[in-house]
Every structure is written in C-alpha cells, then in structure tokens.
T-cell receptor
Framework: SAVISQKPSRDICQRGTSLTIQCQVD?????MFWYRQQPGQSLTLIAT?????????ESGFVIDKFPISRPNLTFSTLTVSNMSPEDSSIYLC???????????FGPGTRLTVT | GENVGLHLPTLSVQEGDNSIINCAYS??????FIWYKQESGKGPQFIID?????DKRQGQRVTVLLNKTVKHLSLQIAATQPGDSAVYFC????????????FGRGTSLIVHP
C-alpha cells in the first residue's frame, strides 16, 4: 500500500485565479494519476503523470488548463488555471504501486470557485 | 464524458443485514475489476479485486461475484455495520489496454442502526 497526502485539503478561490494542489507519497512510485470528482458523481481521470516525462491527458482535459509537474518519484502537483465555477470539484491524486492494478488515493482537495 | 445532474443510486439497509451492490460494466475486454469504498470527505479505498479467470472471490465480510456473460459485478457485504455507510464504486480495466481503470457510477450505501 501507499500513504498519500494532499495539500490543501480544501480551498475557496475566486474565478480567474489559479490553484496548485500538491500530492506527496510515502514511497517511490512510477505511476501517479490525477482525478476530478464532481459532487455526487464518479471519478474522471484528468491525466497520468510519470516521473521524467510529460503528463498524458485524457480527452477533455488540456495542459494549459491543468498543468502537472512530476519532479520526482514521490511528489506531483496539479494546477487548476484560470478557474471558473465549473471547476468546483474534488481533485484526487492516486498511485499505482505496481503490485497489482489497484490504486491508492489521497484524501482529495475540495475546491470551490466563486 | 461526464454525466451531469445524475444522483447516485442509494441502497438503504438495517444494521446486521446483508448488502448487495451491483455494477454493470461495458468493456468486454476488461479482465480486472476492483471495488472501492469512499467515505464522506475521504478518497476511495481499495476493498477487493477480482480477475476475469474467477467468478467469485471472498474477503473479510465481503464477496465479489463476477458474471462475464452479462458483464455484471456485485459486491456482497455480510452483517452490514454503520461503518460500512459510504459510496461504493466498481472499476474495470483491461490488461491488454492501458490498464488504467474506468470507474462506474457509484452506489451510496446507508446503514441504519
């Protein structure tokens, strides 16, 4: 398993601003993922972030809006840029330690954009 | 794409009853399935998984059943407890594909004491 922390746990931001979310893992992992979960809904994958390469974005998500950094095997950041109220959501990072396909998730960052 | 405006299905049970949460998956190539539990304010937590070469797998108080013919997955929770109240998600992935799981819609389980 892996223990994952995220900062901030929640934030309220004004439209047009940007927020960077940090994800820290207690062990080295190759694969990290960023998800969005809108209230009462399932998880939608934003991008896959591998250390040493550019993130791979899913359909509907672009790097200019959600830039991702992965400077080492234990850390990643997701920035939500030029925010609008539609970006209000829970953002989750997860890792796949490689022992199977199961993922381990952080506690999430609850973002509200006003 | 993402569904907008849909509410999660809800299952209400009494403490001590058995709960069955169902999930239909769509990809015939999926060969690995996982159930996650998400409590309020937390990230999803791995519960149990099953590969397509099995039709049943048991854990502690939980059993997952897989019916590949009708692409159906279920999670059975025995002697449900108030601490089991959460949203449960199934996820499917294909080892021959990107292996990144696709999450189902989720079911909210409410356990009444």
């Amino acid at each position: 398993s892996a223990v994952i922390s995220q900062k901030p746990s929640r934030d309220i931001c004004q439209r047009g601003t940007s927020l960077t979310i940090q994800c820290q893992v207690d062990s080295q992992v190759t694969m990290m993922f960023w998800y969005r979960q809108q209230p009462g809904q399932s998880l939608t994958l934003i991008a896959t972030a591998n250390q040493g390469s550019e993130a791979t974005y899913e359909s509907g998500f672009v790097i200019d809006k959600f830039p991702i950094s992965r400077p080492n095997l234990t850390f990643s950041t997701l920035t939500v840029s030029n925010m609008s109220p539609e970006d209000s959501s829970i953002y989750l990072c997860s890792v796949c330690p490689g022992l199977g396909y199961e993922q381990y998730f952080g506690p999430g960052t609850r973002l509200t954009v006003t | 794409g993402e569904n907008v405006g849909l509410h999660l299905p809800t299952l209400s049970v009494q403490e001590g009853d058995n709960s069955i949460i169902n999930c239909a998956y769509s990809n015939s190539a999926s060969d690995y399935f996982i159930w996650y539990k998400q409590e309020s304010g937390k990230g999803p937590q791995f519960i149990i998984d099953i590969r397509s070469n099995m039709d049943k797998r048991q854990g502690q108080r939980v059993t997952v059943l897989l019916n590949k013919t009708v692409k159906h997955l279920s999670l059975q929770i025995a002697a449900t407890q108030p601490g089991d109240s959460a949203v449960y998600f199934c996820a499917e992935s294909a080892s021959g594909g990107s292996y990144i799981p696709t999450f189902g819609r989720g079911t909210s389980l409410i356990v009444h004491p």
